[in-house]
């Protein structure tokens, strides 16, 4: 996306629908630049309209006749969205007539508004900051309740407040060391061994920490986790994703090799949104059709972030193989410990109940790995609790009630600054070095700057705008 020049932004007046295309009640334009307030008059034959006062219009076009009729809404700069004067009208829902009116509107001098321009003017003008940018694009495309929720208590500024009491502190902590640099006799102190400044340092860490924890719990609940099935033919991978998904979206069949392509379907369960993936079965085969499914399965699996190993506790384990083994043989190599949850299907077919079953040695072992071991049925859907409370922990997923949202970005930039802060901390204590400590504290900011847009290159706001919808 190419991206407004800020001394234009208040000359160009941009437009766009900033409803869902298609049949509706309503269906809004929205114009934003310092023509707005002159295009709605030419468009509605009023002189004036009172700013935050909805005036009922009838929208023309050039040889007078009627457009469509309904609202005409207008802020006056800087108390709008983007800081610039502000027009929306409402008129009836529909494909024609909100194009009808739009090209009126670029009649009368407006332009086509790209892909997130709005919230970028609203960026531009101060009117908001980067984090509150992004959380309206995440609200909007929010696949939980909480996930809205954390987007909004995003947009209203809670996430920014964090970030810039942080960065209040980097910059007062910096202000004290430059001191100590630059005056080193004041006074007949050492400021740098006074332990001032390692107490500021040492509190800073620990906040950044804290924000660092919620803003992961925050990015799970924004992004969600990608889930991958996988297993030999008819271990019950297809029956499984019905299950999480609560309705029938995998053929199931007896026949080996029923699924033969990667199927998705996104679920939210206990908060966390989970994008599964059903895959073919795993095993060697000459049918060319399944072969191809075969190798998606394994792409899917090497990019998944959790891998469930489905395997039919009545067939898949015989003699001394183990769970890990059948693991091994099927993937090429074990699988991290973090990456792989072992899923025992069928479980109601076993003579006694799970917590009945004495743990085997090579249960125990695999235990002992960190490897665990969920025993389901999808027949009866015993065991797919426990196999929620098993991912969501395996992730570490537990958002507290006041989570914010938060993107892969933010987790960079604060990790960035973590260790920035760590390098700061060394040459304070190790070293006495000022110098390197102020350097280390000065990237600290920089990196921390970045979450707000204090400090963003243009290539990064354009990747963060152009990802929204044109009317925003």
Known sequence: ???PVKAQSGLTTIAAIATPLGRGGVGIIRLSGAKAYDIACQLTGKSSFTPRLASFCRFYQADGTIIDEGLVLYFKAPHSFTGEDVIELQGHGGVI??????ARVFELGAKQATAGEFSYRAFDNDKLDLVQAEAIADAIDATSAAAASSAIR???GEFSDKINQLLEQLIHLRLHVEAAI????EEDVDFLSDGIIQDKLEQTQAQIQQVLATAKQGQMLRDGIHVVLAGRPNAGKSS????LAGQERAIVTEVAGTTRDTLSETVVLNGLTLHLTDTAGLRDTEDTVERIGIERARTAIMQADILLLVYDVTRDIEGESTPLQLAEQLFGELPEAKRLLIIANKSDLLATSSSDRLLTAAQIKMQDKGYEQIDVSCETGAGIEDLVDALCAKVGFHPPENSLIARTRHLDALRRTASY???AHEQLIVFKAGELVA?????AQGSL???TGEFSADDLLGKIFGSFCIGK
């Open 421 to 423: 802060l760590s390098e």
């Open 97 to 102: 007539l909100q194009n009808l009116l739009l």
């Open 1 to 3: 996306m190419q991206m």
């Open 449 to 451: 700057g970045e979450i």
């Open 439 to 443: 350097e280390s504290l000065r990237q």
């Open 154 to 156: 995003s947009l209203s």
């Open 182 to 185: 630059d005056f080193p006799d």
């Open 240 to 243: 499984l994703l019905n299950r």
